[in-house]
Every structure is written in structure tokens, then in C-alpha cells.
């Protein structure tokens, strides 16, 4: 239902601003382009048509975005505040409103000279800028706590589904938006302050967690990305929403009983879904001529540089048996993980590669502690629900009672990355709190090479490209 409302709204504002277009003598189709339709808006309002370059551009391309858009709108003589707010906050309304109002007409190029002149206006320049600049601050804050944040993949845990140098939009909309629960922030600061350091964020004013209605609920496979849970711990006591962000797929669902055999992941049981790009980790042994690293690069490998012969390789299985096809190499061999895995309990003997089966708490889920279940449970216990947790010689005490049992407030989930053997997930952190979660990846649309050369920097056919 919602994406339904979204996508009328959205088409009601494409037609207010395609039938604004015709007002100022222009083709109306232009306003379906991307980009396009900025360099046009950019022309007729006598801006620097170079600045389109600065939408690809994370942070700059906000304040440039809505920079054009009021010069749009002020070329209409659409010069208040309110009238400003609402063409962000209501464009279904407004636009077609000022499109079919006769009184509304597109009057020249608003940075020029002529236009300044023939229509004078009690702001001066400066005081206009600075209305915009605070506008745009708050319009886009709103918006990226609110509908949909930039986020850029740092490093190869999800290659080859998600590629270092990726630039992502992430929907804040689809599972629901959280209330910001550390309200008082720096703005586009996550939880530094730039150049200087220090936190970005006060604590004087805390909101408990809520979660307001979403297009969806949270789907097994998903990519999500969430705050990094074990930033609730030294050196760093964040608050929630203050976290790193990570981004992994969601394998494991609340109540799921997760386990891993041989580096084959089970859910309830039965083999998981495994994506066609997901990377393990590989020995590879040549005759004694070794490997070209710009070979490697040229196709995609990613591989340690610290190592000579034998060289360990992130790749596909179908890579990994490509490989053994190369006329110098002898031998490819699965690396085996044997990180130990969560809740690093010595005596389980679980690793990255083998593993549970374990059961990911379910809100409402009482389980049964003793002292094999409580090493798996006490973290979320303790840390993500807020609760005193002892172990004493004579039982579990939860709040200064001693107890068997305890029923779960949040549902929890099982996050890990497709780059199996490059990826720091559930594996050694364990459960993720539902109110951890920030939003679902939902497509690239920037993507980075920084190995490229200079006219392959940009890999074009990763663009616009949707998240499975």
C-alpha cells in the first residue's frame, strides 16, 4: 500500500514539475531524466551547468540538488520560506497547484542581473543564501534520517554482490524509519566530528527505540545495513544509532536455528540460499612461476598481497574451478576458517567453517538457561534488553533474582557477509538487535574502481544496478 501512495505522489509531482517546464518554454519529457533534467533547470536559471558534475558528489549533491530546485521555483516567483518547505516536504501539492495557477509564471532566468532588477525582493543575497543553506540542512536531514541515506561500501566482505568503491542508496522507508534516538547531532556527521574529531552527537536528550510503520517486514536474503553492535562496549560506549554502519545479508530470522557444516550455512536444517557471486577463500599453488598481479586484477580476484606462493585468493567456486585450469597451476585448495566462532566458548569447539546449531531469539521466545544455553544469550540479555545478569555458584541471577529462564523483548537476527572467509559478522559478534537495524540496500548507484584507470574509474555497468 505504501509503495502504491509513493509512487502516485511520486508521479503527481513528475507531472506538476513536467507541466512547470512548459510554463518556462521547455519539453516536459526533459523532467523524466535524471541528472538531465538538473542540467536543464541549471541552464534556465543561469547557474553554472558544471555543477551537475557535483551531484556525484555524497553530501555536496544535496546542498547542489536543492540549490537548483529553488532556483527553479524562485524563477516562478516562489520566494518564501513556506513555499520552499512544501515544495520538499509536499511536491504532490504544490507543483501541479502552481502548474495550473495562471498567476504563476515562469519569469526569466533567476541569477541574472535582468531578474534581480525587474524583480526585486527585501532578502539580501547573503540572507538568501543562508535561508537556502539552513533549509537544505534541515530538508536533508529529514530525509536521510527519515527516507533514504547514501552509504558507500568500505570494504570487500560482501564481494562480489557488493564491490568496494560502491555507492549505495539505502531506504530507511521499507522496513520503517526509526525515531532518531540521539536527536541532538552534528549535521551528516555519523558519530565524529570532521577534521576536528570528537563525538559528533550529545546525549543530553535520549529517545527510546521506536520504529515507525514500513513498506515491508524483514526478509531472510536481505542486505541490510545495521549498526555495529559490539560499539556498545569499550572503548567506545556509542548509543545505538550512533554505531558503525555495517551492511551483510540477513540469513538467519528470528527463531531460525542456524548452523554451519564444512562452510555449507544450514537454516532450520536445510541448506541456505546461496548467491551465484558469494567468495570463499583459496590456496593456490603454481608450478614455481607464481601469479601476475595485474592478472589478478584484470579479473577481479581479490587476493592477499602479504603472500608469494602458495597465494590465498577470494573468488568464486566457479573462479576457484577455472583456476585449476590454468596451465602453471598445481593445486587449489579450500581455505579452512578456523576462527573461533561466537559465543568463543572453548570448550564448543565451533569455528567460522562449523558451527551450532544455535537458535536466533525470537520477541516473546522464553529459553531455558543453563550453563551450556546461558554463554549464547547472556550478551543480548545483559547488553541489547538492559538487564543485570550474574552467574553465581548456585544459578543465573537476571535483576537480582535467580531464574531459569528468560523471555526475550526484540527479535534478533543472524547477519553474514557472501565473501565468506573476509567477513567480520555473526560469526564473531553474534545476534543482531532489531533496533540495530537501519534500513535495506536497495541499489548502487555510484560505483568506484580505485585499481581502474582513468577513463575505467567509474565502472558504468554497475550503475542503477538493483541489490539482490
Not at 551528516?188 to 513498506?215: C, D
Amino acid at each position: 500500500m505504501w509503495y502504491i501512495i509513493g509512487g502516485i505522489a511520486s508521479l503527481v509531482s513528475l507531472y506538476g514539475l513536467w507541466r512547470l517546464f512548459e510554463k518556462a518554454g521547455l519539453q516536459g519529457w526533459k523532467t523524466l531524466i535524471p541528472f538531465y533534467r538538473e542540467y536543464v533547470i541549471a541552464q534556465v536559471t543561469a547557474r553554472p551547468t558544471w555543477w551537475i558534475a557535483l551531484l556525484l558528489v555524497p553530501v555536496v549533491n544535496i546542498f547542489v540538488f536543492y540549490g537548483i530546485y529553488f532556483d527553479f521555483i524562485k524563477s516562478f516567483g516562489r520566494r518564501r520560506f513556506w513555499e520552499h518547505a512544501a515544495a520538499v516536504l509536499v511536491p504532490f501539492v504544490v507543483l501541479p497547484m502552481w502548474a495550473h495557477d495562471s498567476n504563476v509564471q515562469y519569469l526569466g532566468a533567476y541569477h541574472t542581473e535582468e531578474f534581480q532588477e525587474k524583480y526585486p525582493y527585501t532578502k539580501s543575497f547573503a540572507r538568501e543564501w543562508a535561508d537556502a543553506i539552513v533549509f537544505a540542512v534541515v530538508a536533508a536531514s529529514l530525509i536521510r534520517g527519515f527516507l533514504i541515506e547514501a552509504y558507500m561500501i568500505p570494504t570487500g566482505s560482501m564481494e562480489r554482490s557488493l564491490l568496494v568503491g560502491d555507492f549505495l542508496f539505502v531506504s530507511k522507508l521499507n522496513y520503517g524509519p526509526r525515531v532518531p534516538m540521539t536527536p541532538l547531532a552534528f549535521p551528516f556527521a555519523h558519530h565524529t566530528m570532521p577534521v576536528t574529531g570528537g563525538k559528533a552527537y550529545s546525549e543530553f536528550i535520549t529517545v527510546p527505540y521506536k520504529r515507525l510503520p514500513g513498506f515491508q517486514d524483514i526478509k531472510r536474503n536481505d542486505v541490510v545495513v545495521f549498526n555495529y553492535p559490539m560499539e556498545a562496549d569499550e572503548p567506545y560506549n556509542r548509543p545505538i544509532d550512533k554505531r558503525e554502519n555495517y551492511i551483510k545479508r540477513l540469513v538467519g530470522m528470528p527463531g531460525d536455528k542456524v548452523s554451519m557444516k564444512n562452510k555449507h550455512l544450514f537454516i532450520n536444517d536445510q541448506p541456505a540460499f546461496t548467491d551465484k557471486n558469494m567468495q570463499q577463500a583459496y590456496w593456490v599453488f603454481t608450478d614455481g612461476s607464481g601469479l601476475d598481479d595485474a592478472v589478478l586484477v584484470q579479473n577481479r580476484f581479490e587476493f592477499d598481497r602479504s603472500f608469494v606462493e602458495p597465494y590465498l585468493l577470494h573468488i568464486t567456486a566457479d573462479e576457484a574451478a577455472g583456476l585449476k585450469k590454468w596451465s602453471n597451476v598445481k593445486q587449489v585448495i579450500a581455505f579452512s576458517n578456523q576462527n573461533s566462532a561466537f559465543p568463543h566458548v572453548s570448550t564448543s569447539g565451533w569455528t567460522f567453517d562449523t558451527f551450532g546449531p544455535l537458535i536466533v531469539p525470537q520477541k516473546d521466545w522464553t529459553v531455558t538457561l543453563d550453563t551450556l544455553t546461558f554463554p549464547f544469550y547472556e550478551r543480548a540479555i545483559r547488553v541489547y534488553e538492559g538487564n543485570s545478569v550474574d552467574l553465581k555458584s548456585d544459578g543465573i541471577y537476571i535483576n537480582g533474582r535467580k531464574t531459569d529462564r528468560y523471555t526475550f523483548q526484540m527479535n534478533y537476527y543472524w547477519m553474514m557477509g557472501d565473501n565468506r572467509d573476509n567477513s567480520e559478522d555473526s560469526r564473531g559478534w553474534g545476534f543482531v538487535p532489531e533496533n540495530h537495524i537501519v534500513g535495506k540496500a536497495i541499489f548502487v548507484w555510484l560505483s568506484w574502481d580505485k585499481d581502474g584507470t582513468f577513463l575505467s574509474k567509474i565502472r558504468w555497468n554497475r550503475l542503477f544496478r538493483g541489490i539482490e
